[in-house]
């Protein structure tokens, strides 16, 4: 039974996609318009059996400055079964005719594949032209080579116990200081990015622009892209309090009338716990009154405090972009934020949540462990994918890239997503 290309509609591909164990954001047909605006040419190929689609690849290409050559990248394809050794074979032909087509000095691909799932694909890789490029760190490569990952199918309570103590309290800390997580539609990308150059400015690092955020949600709608925004009410926290002391006042009032009327010593004892712990909860109410008021009178409209892209293919789901502003950092929207978009992502039926990549280090001393340290929070798994495999097409211009030729450098990083 011979495999043989195919051609596959959009829908067609991204199905296969979605459906697909090795499946991923980076490998749907709209993962290729999203690359476009930044100089990038894209092409789907597939192959099938039968006439049953066994294997497909976005195959996309950058063309090299002053060069009449292509770079060719398949962002965590292919997408096929690796154990497939003919579909593999015949999706590894096809890409390289269109990368022959289009002068690629380089097919890279790297696959979403756990560094331990198959023991003998680097073998398997080599025997058909691809040269695997270790095991180096997180950040070595196109795409991270470790990711974070929390597991959705459990049950939210399930999901929500296997954060972190301080995470859930986090959580639950925030919607008492009146943080509100809701979606919202493309009007709220230029808050997003406004907020983005907050963060840029805050964290030292270079941030996207309006205009890509907008390409990419545009390109990923209707139903692989959606936006969260985080928003201080505190309209609702000041209602949330008086309520709350309002019942306490209420409690309390029958405890002294219950205490009066009791007679025997060791309820009474019981009712005098109860009635110290009232007083408390009633004085720490009233402490938090004032700020809530003053908080109210300020933003009457709310306050946006952090925003986040959530992305979805299939059973996967990606938390791609994030961002904050100064403001009442203390009252934790960021972790309602990620629990609300984990909520989301599980209704629309993905099974991982990815927040994206981490150094590979768990050591405390690592110039990435703040990293670590939040996205491990979340009752994720550390996963250290097999990392990056070159199928070299023209290799005098392959070494002059991997030593760093001028006039290529730099196009590595252009890789990344």
């Known amino acids: 039974m011979a495999v043989q290309p195919v051609k596959l509609t959009e829908k067609e591909?991204?199905?296969?996609?979605?459906?697909?164990?090795?499946?991923?954001?980076?490998?749907?047909?709209?993962?290729?318009?999203v690359k476009r605006k930044n100089g990038w040419t894209a092409e789907r190929i597939a192959v099938a059996r039968e006439g049953v689609t066994t294997g497909v690849a976005l195959l996309l290409f950058k063309r090299v400055p002053?060069?009449?050559?292509?770079?060719?990248?398949?962002?965590?394809?292919f997408v096929v079964d690796y154990e497939d050794l003919s579909s593999l074979q015949a999706l590894t032909k096809e890409a390289k005719r269109a990368a022959a087509e289009r002068n690629a000095i380089v097919i890279k691909i790297d696959p979403n594949i756990d560094r331990d799932e198959m023991p003998g694909l680097l073998t398997e890789?080599?025997?058909?032209?691809?040269?695997?490029?270790?095991?180096?760190?997180?950040?070595?490569?196109?795409?991270?080579?470790?990711?974070?990952?929390?597991?959705?199918?459990?049950?939210?309570k399930d999901i929500f116990a296997k954060f972190h103590h301080k995470f859930r309290?986090?959580?639950?800390?925030?919607?008492k200081k009146g943080i509100v997580c809701t979606e919202v539609g493309r009007e709220g990308l230029k808050t997003f990015a406004d907020l983005m150059k907050v963060t840029g400015e805050r964290d030292g690092f270079s941030i996207r622009g309006l205009d890509y955020f907008e390409n990419l949600y545009d390109c990923l709608q209707p139903n692989d892209a959606r936006l969260f925004l985080t928003k201080l009410e505190p309209k609702l926290a000041l209602d949330q309090q008086e309520a709350t002391l309002e019942k306490a006042k209420r409690d309390l009032a029958k405890i002294e009338r219950n205490l009066e009327k009791e007679a025997i010593e060791k309820k009474q004892k019981s009712l005098l716990n109860r009635k110290e712990q009232t007083l408390a909860q009633i004085e720490k109410a009233e402490q938090a009154l004032?700020?809530?008021?003053a908080l109210n009178e300020k933003y009457p409209e709310g306050l946006v405090l952090s925003g986040g892209l959530l992305t979805l293919a299939g059973r996967r789901s990606y938390y791609l972009y994030g961002a904050s502003s100064n403001e009442f950092r203390e009252f934790m929207p960021n972790h309602l934020m990620q629990w609300t978009m984990m909520q989301a992502a599980k209704e629309s039926g993905a099974e991982r949540y990815d927040f994206g990549g981490v150094s590979g280090s768990t050591d405390p001393d690592d110039e990435y462990a703040g990293l670590y340290a939040f996205k491990s929070g979340w009752g994720s798994d550390m996963i250290e994918k097999v990392g990056e495999f070159d199928l070299?097409?023209?290799?005098?211009?392959?070494?002059?890239?991997?030593?760093?030729?001028?006039?290529?450098?730099?196009?590595?990083?252009?890789?990344?997503?």
Not at 13 to 33: A, E, M, P, Y
Not at 66 to 77: D, E, N
Not at 129 to 156: C, I, N, V, W
Not at 170 to 175: C, M, W
């Open 13 to 33: 591909h991204d199905d296969f996609v979605k459906s697909h164990d090795r499946g991923d954001l980076l490998q749907l047909s709209s993962w290729g318009d």
């Open 66 to 77: 002053k060069l009449p050559f292509t770079l060719c990248y398949a962002p965590r394809g």
């Open 125 to 156: 890789m080599d025997a058909i032209g691809f040269r695997h490029k270790g095991f180096g760190g997180g950040f070595d490569y196109a795409q991270p080579r470790f990711t974070m990952e929390t597991d959705l199918r459990p049950s939210e």
């Open 169 to 175: 309290y986090n959580v639950r800390l925030a919607e």
């Open 290 to 293: 004032p700020e809530l008021v």
């Open 392 to 417: 070299v097409l023209n290799r005098p211009l392959y070494v002059a890239l991997e030593k760093g030729l001028p006039l290529l450098k730099g196009l590595r990083k252009r890789f990344r997503r």
